[in-house]
């Protein structure tokens, strides 16, 4: 059964804590995401890779890290210097290529 | 400042009614439009997309609806059911990896 998993769904994070949210995904796609949702909000990218051992910042990376070791997964690591870190965090998945993609999303992880 | 798209626009349908829910894209570069469908605390579902060399596509019970000259995308859900009930919200990309997300419409179904 392909798909995308994200854990824990819920994560607790004490102040001045590094955090890692896991995502993996075995739909064979080169191209994975992590976005942050707020209430009420839209997705704001917060980092890209297209391909193993590369990635690139999205528009709210501070405060962020990232890694690409393997295609099937793209850990995020929520750092002390990123202040606000209570949100929604969703990694999502694409074919690659040069043309338009789906994103395809997991379930989420709530930080609190 | 004030932090705009706390109080999603809400629509708010009879079960049984055809629902329409609108978005305005930005981009006029922008080929390729999905509408996603989120339900609380869940990842966006993809829905149905639409190249802009098109103006309509039809799903199962869904229709995207793309209007290039006022660029406006638009998602009608037919019978709708309260299963339906969540928030749908449209994403534009131009090529690419960049895909910019809309903020979203709550829409409740009344049974």
């Known amino acids: 059964d392909g798909g995308i998993t994200q854990s824990p769904k819920y994560l607790f994070r004490k102040e001045g804590q590094n955090v890692t949210l896991s995502c993996e995904q075995n739909?064979?796609?080169?191209?994975m995401y992590w976005y942050r949702q707020d209430p009420g909000q839209g997705l704001r990218l917060i980092y890209y890779?297209?391909?193993?051992?590369?990635?690139q910042k999205g528009d709210i990376a501070e405060g962020y890290s990232v890694s690409r070791e393997k295609k099937e997964s793209f850990p995020l690591t929520v750092t002390s210097a990123q202040k606000n870190p209570t949100a929604f965090y969703l990694c999502?998945?694409?074919?690659?290529?040069?043309?338009?993609?789906?994103?395809?999303f997991g379930p989420g992880t709530r930080l609190l | 400042g004030e932090s705009v798209g706390l109080h999603l626009p809400t629509l708010s349908v009879q079960e049984g009614d055809n629902s329409i829910i609108n978005c305005a894209y930005s981009?006029?570069?922008?080929?390729?439009f999905i509408w996603y469908k989120q339900e609380s605390g869940k990842g966006p579902q993809f829905i149905i997309d639409?190249?802009?060399?098109?103006d309509k596509r039809q799903g199962q019970r869904v229709t995207v609806l793309l209007n290039k000259t006022v660029k406006h995308l638009s998602l009608q859900i037919a019978a709708t059911q309260p299963g339906d009930s969540a928030v749908y919200f449209c994403?534009?990309?131009?090529?690419?990896?960049?895909?910019?997300f809309g903020a979203g419409t709550r829409l409740f179904v009344k049974a």
């Open positions: 999502a998945s694409s074919i690659g290529g040069g043309g338009p993609v789906t994103q395809y």
């Open positions: 739909l064979n796609h080169d191209a």
């Open positions: 890779s297209q391909i193993v051992n590369d990635f």
């Open positions: 981009n006029s570069a922008s080929d390729y």
């Open positions: 639409i190249r802009s060399n098109m």
């Open positions: 994403a534009e990309n131009s090529g690419g990896f960049k895909t910019i």
